[in-house]
């Protein structure tokens, strides 16, 4: 009953969305103000009726009903609850559910927080919102309906794939989601704006904070993605510059990019048209990147067997969600005309060059994911392009990034004073020099990577830090005005500065994790012991042992240095009950500055087993830095600017400003 | 600053990034890209030592040998075959007769050495490379391309 019902919430949504697609845009072209409030309760039923459907399926998974198709492909009775319960979005129709749930969360969000909005452009947005949710919600009733029954009903179910039955799954796609899908607001307020044929310093500040959340919910994802595939092992690492990661990072990218232009609309009244395309184009990628994933059109590690027609939905559904606009941006960018004027030397100039970077790292990451599929079909040869493409292309436009956005701060809005900035970064350069000597002494044989990507990050660091010290003027007056000064600072310009802060982090650890990675293998006999960097793994036994679905072999290491141990390394090898496939989880113990990674293979049958252990150098900064980016965004976003509702057009915000 | 002036820098600095960007995609195809073979192609055609290239196929039956942590095995299109050795953990669903890719490239002595043996997520799932190796080779059978759809992410 209840798996009808949720099929039945998700028409009843489709109609919902329907209305909200058509009467509020039309009550806006017209000036009829009941229809352009329909908006507001339409999204919130919409919402309602979604999450009916997703708690319905939920449900279903939970209590293992079998007679629904999904439960019995993806889970089973004797599944931990966790992983019974994530098993609700690790299928295609199930991520699809969540996908449209968080579409209809940001509609309700905007139409309950967005009171201040012109009711006009508020229509407008949740309009274009609801033509979304439409195209999907579609998509998901004609062919992937997460709630088709069984008949008969098996008794018991195929289970979650084992290599799913990770926490990963239970955080990373929600998150990743919430970002992906977040900028489909933006998206919407976009779209609006160009109907509207008005976009200023206010519809800049409307869309900040939900630009921002979908940033950080974005950051969030795809660090805990690379994270997950750094633990499982076979998936390449934390990086692998593979098109189903390409295709989560290239909105981030670009959606960093948009984060950055709108505040030049915001303060400075340019670059408008820039940034509508920017955040037209941010979403484009997130659709991009589920038709990836979702039609298996390119090989990835991440790849699971798939249903290719599906793939043609989603593009036909890309097509339109992205041609319609900017067609009709095309048509109207023309009228966005932008207002500030400024030289090339200045904050609006840096942000133009950040643009232009990212922007030209996206389309380099674009064509390197869609390259083997043009070759294939062009010449018929199948390529594959890895992280050397990359490293070539992306990494060497990413060092002007980086010794841009160091400087970028200091410069003032309209002229900036290039030569006092970089005086005041002397201490900067110097750190980073010293940096780049350390990592040529460390390992002189090493990449050239390891250098360029040190100092990059160090300079960056360093910068961000004088830059933070100079605003707060930490070396003038008595601690007590040093802390108002620092009370007193915006959240935003905070959020900034641990935003920057945290990539420098990440990418010293990036580089360190990929220039100075070692590993060593061998087949042990309990008892022996391999070496790697100075520590000595001796396994002590290997042992086996009752998971809650799975059997397994433990094995157990003492890791010691200098005779000394230090850690104790339990990799397992699982065999899942249900699906006769194998899983290795891996071992690691993480210090700042190291990883130690365990793995245990094969019994070679003479008693010994084969195993892997890895020394990965500053590996976990990668996930620090980007923990602290993260934070900085949610700064940003609770700045009192920028609370929901708080702007106002034009005359009020001047006043609030002085 | 007029309008025009900062229009003309604008263009410049974009024409200069993408000047360097396109230069350094170009170089970077030219170098950085590893093809795909076939085990057929790579018997009629035979790769330089030392070149890289990702081999796909299946894994021939009977095939699979190990000593210590040294491995090797045959990768077949069913018409020609390759013998891979590889040192290190194979993925989980390395399995005789089914889809594997390698990367790897022959050394002076003509041995196929592999750097990676990659996995996949899924039992039924086959690389759309082996897919079309073998049906190259005219042995694939529709019957392997139907899978159960199952996703991640």
């Known amino acids: 009953m209840i798996p009808e019902l949720g099929h039945y919430a998700l028409v009843l949504a489709l109609v919902m969305a329907l209305a909200q697609a058509s009467l509020p845009m039309v009550g806006a072209a017209r000036g009829i103000r009941p229809w352009m409030q329909l908006a507001k309760p339409a999204a919130l039923a919409q919402f309602a009726f979604v999450a009916f459907a997703f708690l319905a399926l939920m449900q279903a998974f939970a209590s293992s009903d079998f007679s629904v198709a999904i439960v019995t492909q993806h889970s089973h009775s004797e599944q931990p609850l966790i992983y019974k319960l994530s098993g609700t979005w690790g299928n295609h129709e199930g991520s699809l559910l969540l996908w449209v749930l968080i579409l209809t969360i940001f509609g309700a969000l905007v139409a309950l927080f967005g009171e201040n909005l012109p009711p006009r452009l508020k229509a407008r947005t949740l309009a274009i919102q609801a033509m979304i949710s439409v195209g999907f919600l579609l998509f998901m009733l004609l062919t992937s309906n997460p709630f088709t029954r069984l008949n008969p009903a098996p008794v018991e179910g195929d289970e979650l794939n084992p290599l799913l039955q990770d926490p990963g799954l239970a955080m990373h796609p929600p998150m990743l989601y919430l970002g992906y899908v977040g900028f489909s607001i933006v998206f919407s307020f976009a779209v609006a704006a160009l109907i509207d044929g008005k976009v200023d310093a206010a519809w800049a500040r409307w869309v900040r904070p939900w630009c921002l959340l979908s940033w950080s919910c974005l950051t969030g994802g795809v660090a805990l993605g690379s994270w997950w595939a750094y633990n499982e092992l076979g998936w390449g690492g934390w990086w692998f510059w593979d098109p189903v990661e390409n295709a989560s990072f290239m909105p981030w990218l670009i959606g960093t990019a948009l984060l950055h232009s709108a505040l030049v609309v915001e303060k400075r009244d340019a670059l408008k048209s820039w940034t509508i395309l920017l955040s037209i184009l941010t979403f484009g990628f997130s659709l991009l990147g589920t038709f990836l994933v979702r039609s298996g059109i390119i090989t990835s590690v991440h790849a699971f067997a798939d249903d290719p027609t599906r793939g043609v939905f989603i593009l036909a559904l890309l097509a339109i969600a992205i041609g319609a606009p900017l067609s009709l941006y095309a048509l109207r960018a023309p009228t966005l005309r932008g207002g500030g004027l400024f030289a090339p030397l200045s904050r609006e100039g840096a942000l133009v060059m950040n643009n232009l970077l990212l922007a030209t790292m996206t389309a380099t990451v674009l064509l390197g994911t869609l390259y083997p599929l043009l070759l294939d079909l062009t010449t018929g040869k199948t390529i594959s392009v890895g992280a050397p493409f990359y490293l070539a292309t992306f990494g060497v436009l990413a060092l002007p990034l980086l010794l841009l956005m160091a400087v970028g701060p200091f410069m003032g809005w309209k002229r900036g004073d290039v030569r006092g900035a970089l005086q005041r970064l002397v201490a900067a350069g110097i750190c980073a020099l010293g940096a780049a000597i350390i990592a040529v002494w460390i390992r002189s044989d090493g990449p050239l990577l390891a250098p360029f990507g040190l100092a990059a990050g160090v300079w960056l660091l360093v910068g961000t830090l004088i830059e933070f010290m100079e605003r707060i003027r930490l070396f003038e007056g008595n601690p007590a005005r040093i802390w108002n000064r620092a009370r007193h600072m915006p959240r935003a310009a905070y959020g900034m500065s641990l935003a920057h802060f945290g990539l420098a982090v990440a990418v010293i650890g990036m580089t360190g994790a990929a220039a100075w990675k070692t590993e060593n293998i061998k087949v042990l006999q309990p008892g022996q012991s391999l070496t790697l960097q100075g520590y000595e793994f001796r396994l002590e036994s290997v042992g086996g042992i009752r998971g809650e679905n799975y059997l397994a072999d433990q094995a157990h290491f003492v890791v010691s240095r200098d005779g000394n141990a230090i850690a104790n390394l339990y990799p397992e090898r699982r065999q899942y009950l249900v699906q006769p496939m194998p899983t290795t989880e891996a071992a690691i113990r993480s210090t700042p500055l190291a990883d130690l990674y365990a793995v245990i293979g094969e019994p070679d049958g003479k008693g010994g087993w084969i195993v892997r252990v890895y020394h990965e150098p500053l590996v976990s900064w990668i996930w620090f830095g980007a923990l602290i980016m993260v934070a900085g965004g949610l700064t940003s976003l609770s700045d009192r600017r920028y609370r929901v509702g708080a702007p106002v057009r034009a005359g009020a915000a001047q006043a609030a400003k002085a | ?153």
């Open chain 2, 1 to 153: 600053m007029s309008r025009k002036r900062l229009r003309l820098y604008l263009v410049l600095a974009t024409l200069v990034v993408l000047g360097i960007a396109a230069t350094l995609i170009l170089r970077a195809l030219n170098e950085e890209l590893v093809f795909f073979r076939s085990p057929t192609e790579v018997t009629t055609n035979r790769p330089d030592a030392g070149s890289l290239f990702r081999l796909g196929g299946l894994v021939e039956t009977g095939t699979v040998e190990k000593q210590g942590e040294q491995v090797s095995f045959s990768v077949t299109d069913l018409s020609s075959a390759v013998t891979v050795t590889y040192r290190g953990l194979l993925p989980d669903l390395f399995r005789e007769g089914q889809g594997v890719i390698v990367e790897g490239a022959f050394d002076d002595s003509g041995q196929f050495v592999a750097r990676e043996v990659l996995a996949k997520h899924d039992e039924t799932y086959m690389p759309p490379e082996v897919a079309k190796a073998l049906k190259e080779s005219g042995r694939w059978q529709e019957t392997e391309g139907k899978t159960q759809p199952a996703v991640t992410q």
